[in-house]
């Protein structure tokens, strides 16, 4: 048992009594749970997370260590950024693609509507041709569905799988996030544990 807290974007154990914590305030986290064999797992699933597998890494991990069986696995999805916030560049996208063949069905094009630029259109005409400004569409990505996949490729079953509705992004009345509130904010912990 360490004697200091522990750092990293994931942690499994089997031991009771003892909480795992992760801190977020737009990133996905996800918290597993074997209560047949006792072991527990929590992940902290930013995009590079997502895109390197934490949580199906982190499920095989479990299974490796305490013999865990998917269909015993439980797991929660916590509150974080979704789709409808989270714009994402060339990067992410390119770094989903490489690593996933569904990558294209996490993304999806929103225009964010910006009321000043609809009250004062002229304030924003460009002098590019048409279809080549930076006006329009952005590619948003799921992070909540990404990690749901990786969950379901682990052959955790889909009934065995929460996800929380609200979006960090969109409920800073409640939740903290750090992409809407410039970095300004706190963090919020979602914890699992077994008890003896």
């Not at 074997?34 to 929590?42: C, H, V, Y």
């Not at 004062?120 to 590619?139: D, E, M, V």
Request: glycine residues 10%.
């Amino acid at each position: 048992m360490p004697k200091h807290p522990l750092k990293g974007d994931g942690v499994i154990t089997s031991h009771k009594n003892v909480l795992l914590g992760i801190q977020v305030a737009d990133c996905v986290p996800v918290l597993v749970v074997d209560a047949k064999r006792g072991g527990i797992g929590a992940f902290h699933a930013g995009w590079r997370g997502t895109a390197k597998r934490i949580v199906e890494r982190g499920v095989g991990s479990m299974r490796a260590v305490f013999g865990c069986k998917p269909s015993n696995l439980f797991a929660a999805i916590g509150p974080c950024i979704h789709a409808c916030c989270y714009a994402i560049g060339d990067e992410v996208i390119d770094e989903f693609r490489s690593q996933f063949s569904y990558a294209d069905e996490l993304f999806s094009e929103v225009y964010d509507r910006d009321p000043i630029k609809e009250k004062y259109p002229l304030l924003f005409l460009t002098a590019r041709a048409p279809g080549h400004s930076n006006i329009g569409p952005q590619k948003h990505l799921d992070l909540v569905e990404a990690n749901r996949r990786q969950l379901l490729d682990a052959d955790v079953p889909e009934a065995n799988i929460w996800a929380a509705t609200e979006c960090t992004s969109c409920r800073t009345d409640l939740l903290f996030s750090h992409r809407k509130e410039a970095g300004y904010t706190g963090r919020m912990m979602d914890v699992i544990g077994l008890v003896e």
